[in-house]
C-alpha cells in the first residue's frame, strides 16, 4: 500500500510506527539541466533544477526511506518553506491541491542502501511526479527500507 498509495508516504510511515516522521536532509544541490541518473521523466520538471535527498525516520532514529527530489530551482523556496519539514507538511501547511501520478514501481538491490538501512535488501521504491495546476511540480524517487517489515509483516518470498 505503501508503494502504490497516493497518499503521504510520511504520513503513513507515522502512522505505522506511533513516532512522527523526521527528515535528514542529506543534500540540496542545484543541478541544472542535467539528467542525474533520473528517468527520462525528469524532462517534464521545467529546468533549471534543484535536487534534494533526505533520508526519512522516526523521531527515534530508525531510517524508513530515502527519497530524492528533483524542483524547478526557481520554484522550490515557494514549496519548501521549510525544508527540514517533509514535502507533504509544507504543501499540506501551504494547502496545495496536487495529483500524484505514480510512474514506475521497481525493486532491487543497492551497496549504498544495503549499508544505510544494514539491511541486505531487495529495496520496494517508486518514482512519481507532483502535479499542480496542471503543471508539474517535482519528480520524486522514495525507496523503502525492508525494516518496515516489523510493522507490516514479513515480505512473503516465491520458491
Request: with cysteine.
Given at each position: 500500500?505503501?508503494?502504490?498509495?497516493?497518499?503521504?508516504?510520511?504520513?503513513?510511515?507515522?502512522?505505522?510506527?506511533?513516532?512522527p516522521?523526521a527528515?535528514?536532509?542529506?543534500?540540496?544541490?542545484l543541478?541544472g539541466?542535467?539528467?542525474?541518473?533520473?528517468?527520462?521523466?525528469?524532462?517534464?520538471?521545467?529546468g533549471?533544477?534543484?535536487?534534494?535527498?533526505?533520508?526519512l525516520?522516526?523521531?527515534?532514529g530508525?531510517?524508513?526511506?530515502?527519497?530524492?527530489?528533483?524542483w524547478?530551482?526557481?520554484?522550490?523556496?515557494?514549496?519548501?518553506?521549510?525544508?527540514?519539514?517533509?514535502?507533504?507538511?509544507?504543501?499540506?501547511?501551504?494547502?496545495?491541491?496536487?495529483?500524484?501520478?505514480?510512474?514506475?514501481?521497481?525493486?532491487?538491490r543497492?551497496?549504498e542502501?544495503?549499508?544505510?538501512?544494514?539491511?541486505?535488501?531487495?529495496?520496494?521504491?517508486?518514482?512519481y511526479?507532483?502535479w499542480h495546476?496542471?503543471?508539474?511540480?517535482?519528480?520524486?524517487h522514495?525507496?523503502f527500507?525492508?525494516h518496515?517489515?516489523?510493522?507490516?509483516?514479513p515480505v512473503q518470498?516465491s520458491?
Amino acid at each position: 500500500m505503501l508503494i502504490l498509495g497516493d497518499g503521504s508516504p510520511t504520513r503513513h510511515l507515522q502512522l505505522l510506527t506511533g513516532e512522527p516522521t523526521a527528515v535528514d536532509v542529506i543534500d540540496m544541490s542545484l543541478i541544472g539541466l542535467a539528467p542525474d541518473n533520473a528517468p527520462d521523466l525528469i524532462k517534464v520538471v521545467p529546468g533549471p533544477r534543484l535536487r534534494r535527498q533526505v533520508w526519512l525516520r522516526t523521531e527515534s532514529g530508525q531510517r524508513l526511506a530515502y527519497a530524492t527530489s528533483w524542483w524547478e530551482a526557481s520554484h522550490v523556496d515557494d514549496y519548501l518553506q521549510n525544508r527540514s519539514l517533509p514535502i507533504w507538511a509544507s504543501l499540506a501547511h501551504l494547502r496545495t491541491e496536487l495529483f500524484r501520478d505514480i510512474s514506475l514501481v521497481f525493486c532491487g538491490r543497492s551497496a549504498e542502501l544495503s549499508a544505510a538501512f544494514d539491511h541486505p535488501g531487495p529495496f520496494w521504491g517508486r518514482y512519481y511526479l507532483f502535479w499542480h495546476d496542471g503543471q508539474p511540480l517535482t519528480l520524486i524517487h522514495e525507496v523503502f527500507s525492508p525494516h518496515l517489515e516489523k510493522y507490516l509483516g514479513p515480505v512473503q518470498q516465491s520458491r
